[in-house]
């Protein structure tokens, strides 16, 4: 049965490359960052991606039975590209033939494409100002 998460992000949670980080908690209590700062410089890591130049975000997403890292990034003039990573018994684990994201993490993605839209692919296009956008009720 659905029941709402916590959704919560502010402004200065930024990785050091301006990727923005958003938190997702199954039972309203404060999201552990620290658990997901690693991981999220890996994924990264593993991707030749400008990110000081890309439009990014990722969600520190505390599940039922999970820690889940998403990261998501524009590319193409208007694709979203995606990355989840699952912590396992046996440490984080990419696969996408058994994990994606959920539909909890589709609000923020509904919320950040239309920040995308407005900053970045509307005639605008300022990194700064996407970077700068963000929604309390996400």
Not at 91 to 109: H, I, K, Q, T
Request: negative net charge; charged residues 25%; glycine residues 8%.
């Amino acid at each position: 049965m659905f029941i709402p998460r916590k959704i919560e992000t502010e402004a200065d949670w930024l990785d050091p490359d301006g990727v923005k980080i958003y938190s997702i908690s199954v039972d309203g209590e404060a999201v552990d960052k620290g658990m997901f700062y690693d991981r999220l410089h890996e994924v990264k890591g593993l991707r030749n991606i400008e990110w000081s130049k890309t439009p990014a975000f990722s969600i520190f997403h505390k599940g039922e039975s999970s820690l889940y890292l998403v990261l998501a990034w524009w590319g193409n003039d208007n694709e979203l590209f995606t990355s989840v990573s699952v912590l396992t018994g046996s440490g984080w684990v990419e696969d996408a033939s058994r994990f994606s994201f959920c539909l909890y993490d589709l609000e923020v993605f509904w919320y950040e494409r239309n920040v995308y839209i407005e900053t970045m692919y509307s005639g605008e296009c300022s990194i700064e100002n996407y970077r700068k956008q963000r929604g309390k009720n996400v």
